[in-house]
C-alpha cells in the first residue's frame, strides 16, 4: 500500500499523542500506588485504638425512651402542613386602630439583615417597606415577626398576619 505525506503525517500524530496520553495514565497510577503504599505504612506504624465506650458523650434525646411512630402520626394527621392557619391576636384590639389598618394587607417580610414587613395599601395600590420603630401615617411599627406584624396606635396593638 502506497501512504501519502500527509496520511503518514496525521498517522504519526496520532501515535505521539497516543504514547502521550498512556504516559500520563502510567504517571497517575504510579502516584496512585505510592499514595496507597504511604497510606498502609502510615497505618501500620500509627495503628488505629478502640475507643472506651465510657468515653463517648450520648445524646440526651438517646439517652431517654424512644416515641412511638403513632404519636407522631396522630399529631400529623391533626395538622395541615400545606396551609398556614394564623393565630388570632392575644390582645383585643380597640375599633379604632381596626378602622386604621383595614385597608393595610402585610404581604411579605424580608429576613435578610434588618427585618422588614412589606405593607400594601388596598386604597392606593401602594406598597410600602417598613421597619420596626417606622410609622405609617398614625400607626408604629412596633414588632416585625415571621408571619405578621404588630402595629401600635396610641395604647392599642393590633396584629396584621400575612395574607
Known amino acids: 500500500m502506497l501512504y501519502s505525506k500527509k496520511s503518514s503525517n496525521t498517522f504519526a500524530f496520532r501515535l505521539e499523542t497516543l504514547r502521550d496520553t498512556l504516559l500520563i495514565l502510567a504517571g497517575v497510577a504510579g502516584l496512585t500506588m505510592i499514595f496507597q503504599l504511604c497510606s498502609v505504612a502510615f497505618m501500620r506504624v500509627f495503628p488505629a485504638k478502640p475507643v472506651d465506650p465510657s468515653m463517648v458523650a450520648t445524646p440526651q434525646a438517646m439517652a431517654n425512651e424512644l416515641i412511638p411512630y403513632e404519636n407522631f ?3 400529623m394527621k391533626a395538622r ?3 396551609f398556614f392557619q394564623p ?16 385597608d393595610l394587607a402585610l404581604i411579605g417580610i424580608v429576613k ?5 414587613a412589606i405593607l400594601k395599601d388596598k386604597k392606593t395600590n401602594r406598597t410600602t417597606f417598613v421597619r420596626v420603630g417606622q410609622r405609617i401615617g398614625e400607626l408604629e411599627v412596633k414588632q ?20
Open 73 to 75: 402520626e396522630q399529631k
Open 80 to 82: 395541615n402542613i400545606f
Open 87 to 102: 393565630k388570632a391576636s392575644s390582645k383585643p384590639a380597640e375599633a379604632g386602630i381596626l378602622e386604621k389598618v383595614k
Open 112 to 116: 435578610t439583615g434588618n427585618m422588614e
Open 144 to 163: 416585625i415577626k415571621e408571619s405578621s406584624i404588630i402595629l401600635k396606635s396610641k395604647d392599642n396593638e393590633t396584629e396584621l398576619f400575612l395574607s
